[in-house]
């Protein structure tokens, strides 16, 4: 059973992506060596049990990089409700965990290699 459900690409982690994008372009054209390094983040839906070392493990198995660090948190459903003709109709989405990985410096992710 893997550990991770599914990568989570949302317009937050994706302009967290552009920044770091920004960065390097910027430190190509002024072609300066600045000692603060450049990580990338990625969030990853995984099962509620798994801890974070099951978490880099699985993530430098699928993908062929270095996990230098993971946050978990686990995220509570909203309330959702709609109405139709057989009345007004309540629920919520569900709970789940959410890990969100950094990487070493120069490596990255392609999510869309595969599209």
């Known amino acids: 059973m893997s550990i991770i459900i599914k990568p989570i690409i949302s317009e937050k982690m994706t302009k967290i992506d552009e920044r770091i994008n920004q960065v390097i372009e910027n430190r190509k054209k002024k072609k300066t060596k600045k000692q603060n390094c450049v990580l990338r983040k990625y969030a990853f839906r995984v099962v509620r049990d798994a801890n974070k070392i099951e978490i880099k493990k699985e993530i430098e198995a699928l993908y062929n990089v270095s996990v230098i660090d993971v946050n978990t ?30 990487l070493k410096e120069g490596e990255a992710i392609d999510f869309y290699s595969n599209i």
Do not use: D, F, L, N
């Open 73 to 102: 948190s686990i995220v509570k459903g909203k309330k959702k409700s709609r109405y139709t003709t057989a009345g007004m109709v309540t629920g919520s989405t569900p709970i789940y965990k959410k890990a969100v990985v950094t």
